[in-house]
Structure formats: C-alpha cells, structure tokens
C-alpha cells in the first residue's frame, strides 16, 4: 500500500478513488498466514499451456515475497477476465474449480477473505501502472500509443471496480 501510494503521489494528480482504495486497504489489510515467492503478475499472457497442462509461468519482474493469496487475487481481478465475467479465475475459469485445483495441488487453503482484499489491491496496482504507463509517454520519455492508450483508458475503469467493491458500508471500525 505503502509503495503505491508513493507511486500514485509521485504522478501529481489527483486520483481519488484510488487514495479511497489505498485507504480501504491499510485498514483492511489481513495479516498473512505465511510467506512465499509470488509471481505477481500471474494471468493469462503470462503462462503457456501444452496438451499436458501448465508447462511455464513467464513474466517474474514483479516477483517478490507476499501472501500468497495474493496471487489467487490478482488471477481473480476482474480486470484480467477479459469481458468473460462468468469465469472469475483469469477469464478461463469459474472460481470454485480453480479454487478447488489450486488447494490441490498447494496443499493451501483458500481464504476468500484474504483473495477479495488482493482483488481490490489488484485493481488499485494495475490503474497505477497503467497511469504511470500513460505518463511516460505525456511527459515525452516514450512514444507509444500502446502506453498512451492504456493510461486513459484502463484507469477510470478500474477506479469504478474498487469503488464497487469497497463500499462504506463493508469498512469495520479502525
């Protein structure tokens, strides 16, 4: 929460509903039954699948050591469904199975609790990062209408997300 506050402030305009998301976060935030090496980055794009299964994980830049349930939430966000809202799990999948799958073969507990918080923190990292995308390419560092693209049109999608599911009413006293 720390470090993206930092990011977002370093971009010098307001961004509320992302301050609100932060906020909602600090006093949310569950404390880890443990620490692992997480990808941070997990969905689909970032793994490739043969006719056996999973056969690669790609993209570690981001990893780093967290709750892994983190992970489970970044692969839940909506934001990486790709308009395929029926299957929670990273577009592909209903939640359950993969729950299911997942337990499995981590010998981990899923706790939903614990996944809806990285979900909303999902939503809050990838509208920062994708506004600090835009900004490169405004303050002339980069051309790219890619980055150009996704730093005006991701972010007000994802600021509604965490708006929807952080709602007041679902705050618990500080």
């Not at 308009?83 to 337990?103: D, Q, V």
């Amino acid at each position: 929460v720390v470090r993206y506050r930092r990011y977002l402030d370093a971009l010098g305009v307001p961004h509320p509903a992302l301050e609100w998301g932060l906020r909602w976060c600090e006093v949310h935030a569950p404390d880890p039954d443990e620490v692992v090496l997480v990808h941070q980055d997990f969905r689909t794009g970032n793994y490739m699948v043969d006719e056996h299964g999973l056969s690669a994980i790609l993209d570690w830049e981001f990893s780093g050591w967290g709750d892994p349930m983190s992970d489970i939430g970044w692969f839940c966000a909506r934001c990486w469904r790709f308009g395929n809202e029926t299957l929670e799990a990273g577009g592909i999948a209903p939640r359950a199975p993969f729950y299911r799958g997942y337990e499995r073969q981590s010998g981990r507990r899923i706790d939903p609790v614990r996944v809806a918080y990285w979900e909303v923190m999902a939503h809050i990292r990838w509208a920062v990062i994708a506004l600090q995308q835009g900004a490169r390419t405004t303050a002339g560092g980069e051309a790219s209408l890619e980055l150009a693209l996704t730093g005006r049109i991701y972010p007000p999608q994802l600021e509604l997300e965490v708006l929807a599911m952080t709602p007041p009413a679902r705050w618990k006293a500080a």
